[in-house]
C-alpha cells in the first residue's frame, strides 16, 4: 500500500539551528515527492518537489531535501532556522499514474527566538 | 490572482442542513481535487476530476457529492452534515492526473457544523 510517514510529530529549535525533518515512503513504481508548507491559518505552499534527476533538490525559503531511493527517504533540511519558519510542515508522495497525493502525518516546528 | 479560490472560507451551520462550497482555479489544469484536513492536521484526499470526469473517489460518505460543471470549477455539496464534518476542506489542482508540475492549494473553508 503506498503510504508517506513522517518521524518527528513536533520539533522544537532555536532560532540558527539546523533543521531535518524526517520523510519516509512507500510506493511501487515511479512516486513524485514533495514538502509543502503551512502557516498558521494558512493554506499550504509548496517548498520544493521531487519528479526526477538530482535527488539534492533545492527550494525556496533556504530549504532543500534529499531523496535517498535506497533508503526510501526524503528528508527535509535548513541550515539555519529563522523564527518565521515556525509552521506545519507536510511531505506527500504522488504516483504518476493516478495523481493522488498522500500526505504524511505532519510535523509542527516552532522556532524560538 | 488567486490561482486557486475557495468560497466562504469559513461556514458555520446546524446538523442536518446541507451546503455547498465551491472552488475555481485559473490555471488552466485539467485536474482538480479535495482534500479534508482533520483536527489534527492530517491531510486526506476524498475526490479528483479531471478534465469533469471523476478519478479518484475515496471511501467518502455519498452525503458527499463533487460537481463539476467544467474543467475549471469543482464544487462539493454536503447533504445532511454531521458534527464529524467539521474540519478544513482544501481545493487543489494539477496541470494533469500524474501531479506533473505539483499541486497548488486553495485557501481552505473552515467548516464548522454545530
Known amino acids: 500500500a503506498q503510504s508517506v510517514s513522517q518521524h518527528n510529530h513536533h520539533v522544537i529549535l532555536s532560532e540558527a539551528a539546523s533543521l531535518e525533518l524526517g520523510c519516509n515512503y512507500s510506493?511501487?513504481?515511479?512516486?513524485?515527492l514533495f514538502w509543502y508548507v503551512q502557516y498558521p491559518g494558512q493554506h499550504l505552499q509548496l517548498l520544493l518537489k521531487?519528479?526526477?534527476?538530482?535527488?539534492l533538490v533545492k527550494g525556496i525559503k533556504g530549504f532543500e531535501a534529499e531523496f535517498i531511493k535506497s533508503k526510501f527517504s526524503f528528508n527535509l533540511r535548513k541550515p539555519s532556522v529563522q523564527w518565521s519558519d515556525t509552521a506545519e510542515y507536510f511531505c506527500?508522495?504522488?504516483?504518476?499514474?493516478?495523481?493522488?497525493?498522500?500526505f504524511g502525518q505532519g510535523t509542527t516546528l516552532q522556532v524560538k527566538p | 490572482d488567486t490561482a486557486v479560490s475557495q468560497t466562504p472560507k469559513y461556514l458555520v451551520t446546524q446538523m442536518g442542513n446541507d451546503k455547498s462550497i465551491k472552488c475555481e482555479q485559473n490555471?488552466?489544469?485539467?485536474?482538480m481535487y479535495w482534500y479534508k484536513q482533520d483536527s489534527k492536521k492530517f491531510l486526506k484526499i476524498m475526490f479528483s476530476?479531471?478534465?469533469?470526469?471523476?478519478?479518484i473517489n475515496e471511501t467518502v460518505p455519498n452525503r458527499f457529492s463533487p460537481k463539476s460543471p467544467d474543467k475549471a470549477h469543482l464544487n462539493l455539496h454536503i447533504n445532511s452534515l454531521e458534527l464529524g464534518d467539521s474540519a478544513v476542506y482544501f481545493c487543489?489542482?494539477?496541470?494533469?492526473?500524474?501531479?506533473?508540475?505539483?499541486?497548488?492549494f486553495g485557501s481552505g473553508t473552515r467548516l464548522t457544523v454545530v
Open positions: 521531487y519528479f526526477s534527476g538530482d535527488p
Open positions: 476530476y479531471n478534465n469533469k470526469e471523476l478519478i
Open positions: 487543489a489542482s494539477s496541470q494533469d492526473t500524474g501531479g506533473s508540475g505539483g499541486y497548488t
Open positions: 506527500a508522495g504522488g504516483s504518476s499514474n493516478t495523481g493522488k497525493l498522500i
Open positions: 510506493y511501487g513504481g515511479t512516486v513524485n
Open positions: 490555471l488552466g489544469h485539467d485536474t
